[in-house]
């Protein structure tokens, strides 16, 4: 597809249980980024890769997050034991210049019950 | 670490009018780029426009301009004839050129247009 294309749209999951959230960017671009927005907030930055390598992931909360982009393209956010402070709004955005300027999904929406 | 704030949660415009929304930020950089996005219902974050701060001239896209005052760390938006579409939310974020390559956002303006 032409854009950023994020599944699930929704997920609906109960505590403790594990989560795959998956991001497929635009074609050709290097670099993907994770940002997870809660309820009337700004995203806020997880993880980054440039290429296949995690540039910086400085932003994954804990240990129960982690993001893989094994072929340099599609990239997985898992969550483990999922926690209900896990609920919020996961966007993923792909760039292929380094001036910001990115691209987004319409984020999956994970609520934890 | 860098910070944005915006400082205006809501706002509202009357369609056809202006309407002008606040950022400030805080870098001790002196060569990086700001954002605004616009996030409508769909969550789709949208680029709106960018300033690059080494550039004197703000920039402008449309009915969509920018203030952009470097030495008080201020970027605010401006939107002209306000058209119904232009409700959502607004997000102004900072990108450092060099290092550290990830968009900060602050917590957004809801925009609503009264027709």
């Known amino acids: 597809g032409a854009g950023v294309s994020q599944t699930p749209s929704n997920k609906v999951t109960e505590k403790g249980k594990y989560v795959e959230l998956r991001c497929d960017p635009i074609?050709?671009?290097?670099?993907l980024y994770w940002y997870r927005q809660s309820l009337g907030q700004g995203p806020e930055f997880l993880i980054y890769?440039?290429?296949?390598?995690?540039?910086?992931d400085s932003g994954l909360p804990n240990d129960r997050f982690f993001a893989v982009r094994p072929e340099g393209s599609v990239s997985t956010l898992k969550i483990q034991r999922t926690e209900r402070g896990d609920s919020a709004v996961y966007l993923c955005?792909?760039?292929?210049?380094?001036?910001?300027?990115?691209?987004f999904g319409e984020g999956s929406r994970l609520t934890v019950l | 670490a860098q910070t944005v704030t915006q400082s205006q949660p809501e706002m509202s415009v009357q369609e056809a009018e202006t309407v002008t929304l606040s950022c400030t930020y805080d870098?001790?950089?002196?060569?990086?780029?700001l954002f605004w996005y616009k996030q409508p219902p769909s969550r789709q974050m949208i680029l709106v426009i960018r300033?690059?701060?080494?550039?004197?001239q703000n920039a402008t896209e449309n009915r969509f301009s920018v203030n952009f005052q470097k030495a008080a760390k201020s970027f605010s938006l401006k939107i002209s004839d306000s058209q119904l579409g232009d409700a959502a939310m607004y997000f102004c974020a900072y990108w450092p050129n060099f290092g550290n390559e990830k968009l900060t956002f602050g917590t957004g303006t809801r925009l609503t247009i009264i027709p």
């Open positions: 870098t001790s950089e002196s060569d990086y780029y």
């Open positions: 890769f440039q290429g296949t390598g995690a540039a910086d």
């Open positions: 300033q690059e701060a080494y550039k004197q």
């Open positions: 955005a792909s760039s292929i210049s380094n001036t910001g300027e990115l691209f």
């Open positions: 074609s050709g671009h290097t670099a």
